[in-house]
Each structure stands twice: as C-alpha cells, then as structure tokens.
C-alpha cells in the first residue's frame, strides 16, 4: 500500500488506559494503519501517559508517537476538559492533517480546525437504556450525536450501526463508511497440539464444552447459555471467559446453583489475549447470547479459529457469523440447546458451518481495514477542502 504522508491525530485516551472493547479498537486501528502506511505518521493524544503493554510495541515504531499535555493541576476534570475543549489547539499546534476520533467522540471545539473521522461503535444506550445511569445516557446522547453530526465523515463498526445513526440521529448515509473491525494479529498465528495442550492444562479445561466470551451482564445475556447447557448431556460443559459482576453476575451465580451445573461452568477471568486463540480451538462450540451488539467481535474470534458459534438474532451478529453461525431467538433455551447438540455431536455439521465461518470472515481481514480507513480519511479531507 501507499499514501502521501499523512500526519494522522488520534485519540489515544483508550489505547493507553482500556484493555477491553474501545482499547482494543484503538490498538488495532493504530497497529493496523501504521504497517500498511508506514509513510505516515500517527499521533496518539492521551491525557496520561501510563505504560500499557499492548500498546508499548505500537509505540516503539517510527511512525507512531503518543502526545500528552502537560496539565497543571493534572486533576481528572482537567483531563477532561483538556480532551473535550484544548486538544484542537495541540492538534493545529502540531500540523496535523487529519483528526480521528477513534471511541465514538471528537473535541467539542475541533470543527474547522482540520478534517475529522470519527468512528461510531454502537448507540446501545438508546437500545438498552436500563443498563446505563441517566447522566451516561445524556452525556453519551449529547456527545456521540454531536460528534456524528460535526464529522467530516463517520466510520461505523456495522451495516446495524450505520442504520441506527441514520435512524436516531438523522446522519446523512452519504458520509457514513461501514469499516469492518479485524482481529487482533494473535488470531492469524497457527494454534498448534502443545499451544492447546497448554490453554487445557493451564485452565484445567474439560474435554468438550461451549465457551462463551465476553462480560457477564444482562445484554450479554449469558442466563440463556445456562438454561441451554442445563438441556445438554452431562459431559459438555460452560467455559465462561469474562468479568461476573453486579446484580446479574449474582444472578448468573444463582443460577448455576438453582440448575445443578456448580461442575458443569468454568468462570475465568483476567485470561491474556495471547490465550484465546487456544482457548477458542480447545473448545467444540462458542456461545455468543447477546441481545444488542454494534458488531459483536467474539463471534470473528470464534470463527478465526475454526470454531463455529451459536449466537442470537435482533442486531448485527448475522453480519458478523455469516453462515459460520447458527442463530436463535435470544430468549428460546430450547433452540439454543439444540443447535449446540448439534454443532457438538455432527461432526459434519460442526466442520460444515466452521468451514463456511472461515469463508465469511475474509472480509475482515487486516488489509480490507486499512484500504477502508484510509478511503475514509481521504473523503473526510476532500469533503473538509471543498
């Protein structure tokens, strides 16, 4: 690939301080633009500075530097306010060509000051506005559909993403981009016997279960690979890989004990990334229940490894699994124990749909994201020049 050396602002809030959903987007977009466009130069902006190791490789390239203010007194609200209102005054400071707005927001003062992308992974706060505090959803609602509508052009994570814009924000389709998001790199590199033979002694995995990934909450929605576990023979067990907490991980508890399947779930947490691939190949089956997703990158993972997925209709999976998927209604138990059992006990089927779930999944890949990106950064500078 090539491009005309661009001088790219990012926000590098996420990349520094999250290692789940918006960070991991944020090192990949960096990882992945910066080795396809080494002619360009990319700037994190980030109100702290704390060493990160997931995103201390990115940092040791050439083309890739992390910018922090120097805030006096270096308070939160300061912070805050540095990345809301100062950071465009950094941004004309240091010439830069293009700002991308990586977590769903751009500086409220930025427009005019030089092109802007802003990617929008999801509005789920409008979907499921039980699972936020009111001020979140009025922030999120003020700060994310201002900063669609200020874009030069919006980057949306999903066809289901880019239709609710349109839908409760009245963004114009003519300047969304649909970006697929790809896997981490570590989802490329073969998994061999001893990689597997590790992850199963390292976890003490059973022989044949369904892992499911992701925090345990209510759009998660993980009750339902429960019941559907509690309907399947007693061999096949629940290797649940995220964080159990708040009411629903109570509840999520509770009814691993009401169903009798205390030995049949496996819970762990903190699993490094470097992990998963394994750990997705070791099992027969992923589950991924969620009811509302602005893509749902679990199920990609699944698929990378050659594990097929049981997922739920009513938002974008379908879009994420393809045909390496088999989809069912988000509160029918019986469905979802019937299609594990037969992912898990046809082997045929099983290998069918993992087939297909390779297949559709190249449309993810690494250089897709940054030839996209890239477009879209383009039309964000025509589009700002015109």
């Not at 090539?2 to 960096?30: C, E, F, P």
């Not at 941004?91 to 802007?116: A, F, Q």
């Not at 349109?166 to 649909?178: N, S, T």
Request: aromatic letters at 8%.
């Amino acid at each position: 690939m090539s491009d005309k050396g661009l001088k790219i602002g990012m926000d590098g809030k996420r990349a520094v301080a999250n290692n789940t959903g918006l960070g991991n987007y944020s090192r990949y977009a960096v990882n992945i633009l910066s080795a396809a466009y080494p002619g360009s130069e990319f700037v994190l902006y980030a109100p702290d500075d704390t060493d990160n190791e997931r995103l201390r490789p990115l940092l040791a390239r050439d083309n890739v530097s992390l910018c922090v203010p120097a805030l006096k007194p270096a308070w939160s609200v300061r912070k805050a306010f540095w990345r809301t209102f100062d950071l465009p005054l950094d941004l004309s400071r240091d010439n830069i060509d293009l700002y991308h707005g990586l977590s769903n927001e751009l500086p409220l003062t930025v427009k005019g000051v030089c092109p802007t992308v802003v990617t929008i992974h999801d509005i789920i706060y409008r979907r499921f506005p039980a699972d936020y505090g009111a001020i979140d959803r009025r922030l999120y609602d003020y700060k994310y559909s201002r900063s669609a509508r200020m874009a030069s052009r919006v980057i949306a994570i999903s066809e289901r993403t880019a239709a609710d814009l349109v839908a409760d924000y009245g963004i114009d389709p003519a300047k969304i981009d649909v970006v697929y998001q790809g896997v981490d790199p570590v989802f490329s590199l073969d998994i061999t016997t001893a990689d597997r033979q590790r992850v199963r002694q390292k976890y003490g995995l059973p022989e044949c279960f369904i892992i499911s990934v992701g925090t345990v909450s209510p759009r998660k929605n993980q009750l339902l690979a429960l019941q559907g576990l509690a309907r399947l023979p007693q061999p096949v067990q629940l290797v649940v890989v995220g964080r159990l907490s708040g009411d629903y991980g109570r509840r999520f508890r509770e009814a691993v004990a009401a169903l009798g399947l205390s030995q049949r779930v496996k819970c762990l947490t903190d699993v490094p990334m470097a992990d998963l691939p394994a750990l997705y190949s070791c099992a027969r089956v992923a589950s991924y229940t969620s009811r509302y997703e602005g893509f749902g990158l679990p199920v990609v993972e699944a698929l990378s490894c050659g594990t097929p997925v049981v997922a739920c209709t009513g938002s974008c999976l379908e879009e994420a699994g393809g045909e390496g998927a088999v989809y069912v209604h988000p509160d029918d138990a019986v469905a979802y124990a019937e299609a594990a059992a037969r992912l898990i006990d046809d082997t045929v089927a099983h290998d069918t749909v993992a087939g297909r779930g390779r297949r559709h999944i190249r449309r993810f890949s690494a250089e897709n994201f940054a030839r996209s990106t890239m477009a879209s950064y383009r039309k964000a500078i025509i589009d700002f020049m015109s």
